[in-house]
């Protein structure tokens, strides 16, 4: 995305203060400069072509940056300003699980209530599942993601529809841990038959309204999205808006200083108890495996104490939130830009808090590798590729990920279909036993006709891994 206007709005701590000012992390002294290492670090993200969109850093209630990058609208250059609504996809997560928790603390549902009671449509086997074992990814329950419904402008009733269609989950419930966004679309839709009241308008009177996050909305028709609202484009520029009006599992559009006095009253009792917290932040239990996943957020323990995040990735969207609970310290991001490096991001902030050195986040070899097969052609690409691999290691992302989404790009974005299906197979020398990477590869040479090639790879990515629901379904149609 090529760089544009800059709009930075950061730094609560005045010039004439920054002498002595000290902010206290991880029980030592940062250093007075954080606030401005850290735009430092933004801007040159930004002009890298690694961050568009806006951020937030906050400790023990005090915000210690924050700034916005880039534009929201291409079409017409309009800035990303810290009060752009940005699509928070699975960010969503923790506002459907509080709607959830509240309604429970109403004793309106029980986590142990099994679903069924509320979702009569579905199969006894899926009903079986508890609120709880939605809450926390392990239902069984499949991700609709992979029973090839998704389409422009689909919604909740249609994701009911394709799981009623279903005769049983993908493991028994409580099993294990498999994240799931249809559990999700599930608590949505339990909240609103147990409050009477669409997810939009719940969250509106229960949340947004009573925090005053007056930008902040869940998305339930077109109309919604003004002039003001993010418009989310891929790594290579392209518009990848979101489409769809599916909630619970996402939906919701936010700021990051909304979601900033949503990070503060989860430290009072403003929403809900701080003994419903406690739970929320603990993670699920399951019989095979392990797992990390709350209520509606990842919960991890390191050596700054337990800290609980979410990350959301949808279209071009991508978002962020990280809460370190000993001490106090909250980093939010929302982007419309493609792929950026969150996480990275994230330890980035942290080390410069702590006042310590930092490494910049990897580049994107498939934003390079694209404009080299639009320039050179794939014969060219490939072999700038394997020079990375062998020179460049450390300078470029040369995950299976960044290959997936290069070929994708040609594929639907570019219409090379040859060229895509080179990239794919060449994902598959390097990642022999990735499932996915069969898949991709499988699904390219269906795109090209060669029904023959697209059920030998869709055979091999079921080899790889018997639960590909994508390629198990797709296999049976060409079949």
Known sequence: MATTRIQVLSVIIAVGLLVSATLVLYGQQAPVT???????????????????GAVLVAQRGRIVYRGSFGVSDQSSGRAFTLDTPSYLASVSKPLTALAIMKLAEKR?????????????????????????????????????????????????????????????????????????????????????RVSGQPLSAYLQNQVFTPLGMKASFVLTGAGQKTREVARGYNAFGNPDDYNQYVT??????????????FDQALYTEKLVTRKTLEEAFTPGRVREGTTTYGFGWNVNSDASGKRVWHTGNTAGFRAFIERRLDDKITVIMLTNGGDSKRIQINEAIQHILAGQPYTLPKRSIAVVLHGVVLKSGVDAAIATYEMAKATQADEYDLDEGEINTLGYQLLYGDRKREDAARIFLLNTIDHPAS????????????????????RNYYGVALQRDPQNLHAMRRLEKLQ
């Open 108 to 192: 309106r549902l029980g986590y142990d209530d099994h679903i069924g009671r509320y979702v009569p449509e579905l199969a006894d086997a899926l009903g079986s599942a508890t609120v709880r074992q939605l809450l926390n990814h392990t239902s069984g329950i499949p991700d609709y993601g992979n029973l090839n419904v998704e389409h422009p402008g689909m919604t909740n009733a249609e994701v009911l529809n394709a799981l009623r269609s279903l005769d049983k989950p993908r493991f028994s419930p409580g099993e294990k841990y498999e994240y799931s966004n249809s559990g999700y679309v599930l608590l949505g839709l339990i909240v609103e």
């Open 248 to 261: 619970g599992d996402g939906g919701s559009y936010s700021t990051v200083d909304d979601l900033f006095a």
């Open 34 to 52: 954080a606030p401005a290492s850290i735009d430092k670090l933004m801007r040159q993200l930004h002009e890298r072509g690694q961050f568009n």
């Open 435 to 454: 499932s996915n990477a069969f898949d991709s590869l499988a699904e390219a040479y269906e795109v090209m006709g060669d029904k023959v090639s697209a």
